[in-house]
Antibody, heavy 120, light 107 residues
C-alpha cells in the first residue's frame, strides 16, 4: 500500500522560505509512471495545484506562484520536497503531497496534509 | 486557467437518497475529469477518472458521466460512509484545477 507523509515546520515567518518534505513508502519515486506533486488549500478556499516533478526531470509550476516554488526529488531517501520562497500570509494553507498518474494527471494517493501558517 | 464550478456547494440528504453533483468546466476538457472524496482529517481519495471510470474498490453506487464541459457524479443510494466533501478535477491542461467542493451532509 502506497503511503505519503508530509513533514516540516508548521509556522514560517513572512518573507522566509517554506520547506516541506514528503516521505513515500510502498512505491518508488524513481518510477516513470508518476508525477510527484504538491497541492494546497488555504483556509476557506479551494484546492490549488502548486506544481509537480517527474523522475525524468520534467517539472512545472502554477504561474500563480510567480516562480517562488521549487520541487525536488531525493531518490536515495524516497522523498520529495517543496520550497516556497518569500512567503506571505496568503501562503497559509494545508499542504498536501500527492502521487499523480502521468496520464491522466489525477492524484491517486495523497498525504494527510500539514497546516503551514505564515505569521510573525 | 480552466475554472471548475461545482454545484451545489452543499446538499443535505438521508441514507438511501439519490444524490447528484455537477461540475462545469470553463472550456472543453474532453473526458479529462476525476472525482475525489474527502472526509475530515483524512486524505482525499480518488473515486473516478476519465469522467466515468471507477478507481479500484469504489462501490458501484457511485457513477460518473459527461464530457466536454458538463459532468455529473451520482450516488444512487447514499450510505452513512458517503457523507463527505466531493471535488472534481480537470487534467486537460496545467495548472490542473479543482472545483470548490460539494459537502454532502446528513439531513
Amino acid at each position: 500500500q502506497v503511503q505519503l507523509q508530509e513533514s516540516g515546520p508548521g509556522l514560517v515567518k513572512p518573507s522566509q522560505t517554506l520547506s516541506l518534505t514528503c516521505t513515500v513508502s510502498g512505491g518508488s519515486i524513481s518510477s516513470g509512471d508518476f508525477y510527484w506533486s504538491w497541492i494546497r488549500q488555504p483556509p476557506g478556499k479551494g484546492l490549488e495545484w502548486i506544481g509537480y516533478m517527474y523522475y525524468g526531470g520534467r517539472s512545472d509550476y502554477n504561474p500563480s506562484l510567480k516562480s517562488r516554488g521549487t520541487i525536488s526529488l531525493d531518490t536515495s531517501r524516497n522523498q520529495f520536497s517543496l520550497r516556497l520562497s518569500s512567503v506571505t500570509a496568503a501562503d497559509t494553507a494545508v499542504y498536501y503531497c500527492a502521487r499523480v498518474l502521468v496520464r491522466p494527471a489525477h492524484p491517486d494517493y495523497w498525504g494527510q496534509g500539514t497546516l503551514v501558517t505564515v505569521s510573525s | 486557467d480552466i475554472q471548475m464550478t461545482q454545484s451545489p456547494s452543499s446538499v443535505s440528504a438521508s441514507v438511501g437518497d439519490r444524490v447528484t453533483i455537477t461540475c462545469r468546466a470553463s472550456q472543453d476538457i474532453s473526458s479529462w475529469l476525476a472525482w475525489y472524496q474527502r472526509k475530515p482529517g483524512k486524505a482525499p481519495e480518488l473515486l473516478m477518472y476519465g469522467a466515468s471510470s471507477f478507481q479500484s474498490g469504489v462501490p458501484s453506487r457511485f457513477s460518473g458521466s459527461g464530457s466536454g464541459t458538463d459532468f455529473t457524479l451520482t450516488i444512487s443510494s447514499l450510505q452513512p460512509e458517503d457523507f463527505a466533501t466531493y471535488y472534481c478535477q480537470q487534467a486537460n491542461s496545467f495548472p490542473w484545477t479543482f472545483g470548490q467542493g460539494t459537502k454532502v451532509e446528513i439531513k
